[in-house]
Structures are given as C-alpha cells and as structure tokens.
C-alpha cells in the first residue's frame, strides 16, 4: 500500500461517521469528526502525491 492511503481512508471514515451522527441526530453536531475527518483527507492526498511513483512490475522470468 502506498504511503497516505491510510489517513485517506480514516479521514473518509470519520467524515462520514461525522457528518452520519449530525444527520441522524437534530440537536448533536459532531465538528470534531468533520474536522479531522477533512484534515486526515487533506493529509493522506499530500503524502500520498508527495510520495515517489511505484515501481515498475519485474519482468516474467
């Protein structure tokens, strides 16, 4: 797996676990989760653009 794929999948997990919660509730509002959500986001696509390509596969031997 590449580098940053896994804050993009937390961030996407949070966000949606945040924004589920203020939906399905009237009065809670989680912002904390939407925060972090986005920035966990922001951060895996910056590593994971930052990072080198990945190798080229090896040739049949």
Excluded: F
């Amino acid at each position: 797996m590449r580098p940053g794929v896994g804050y993009l999948i937390a961030g996407v997990a949070l966000l949606a676990g945040g924004v589920g919660i203020t939906v399905a509730s009237e009065h809670t509002v989680w912002y904390g989760a939407i925060v972090v959500g986005v920035y966990y986001i922001g951060r895996g696509a910056y590593i994971l653009l930052r990072s080198p390509p990945p190798p080229p596969p090896l040739p049949p031997a």
